[in-house]
């Protein structure tokens, strides 16, 4: 159960990140997974993985230059296998500003691979798969259409 503990932990350690816009932090997080979704393609690498974030999802200065979402997790399977795991959840990001008013936002499904060494759990691969967008005109600075499948 420890184990699965601290896999699901990775999951809400990303949310949280993404959540105070700490991109140097999800980047170092996911810095030896490959990230991206079935229409977007991939980027690997700490510091890609962090110019992604950085170039994509709006932070706000006057409010700590956090992103104003609440990434939730939800219903999160994990399945070990010795020294690897994987696992399946859903997603839902909320979000509130000025101009918008508190509401989902986009919801998908992460599938996630991990492996595990002397200094624990890391992830190794995560994909993002967008199945509802809604009103992302505060969150992100690129248009989402373009990932359309």
Known sequence: MADKLEVTELLYRYAELIDAGDFDGVGKLLGRATFGGPASGSVAGEQA??????????RFREHGNRTLTRHLVLNPIVELDGDRAEARSTFCVVQKTETVP????VVGRYADMFARDEHGWYFTERKVDVEMVGDVSAHLNVDPRQYDR
């Open 102 to 105: 508190l509401q989902p936002i």
């Open 49 to 58: 993985i962090a110019k992604l974030f950085a170039h994509t999802t709006r």
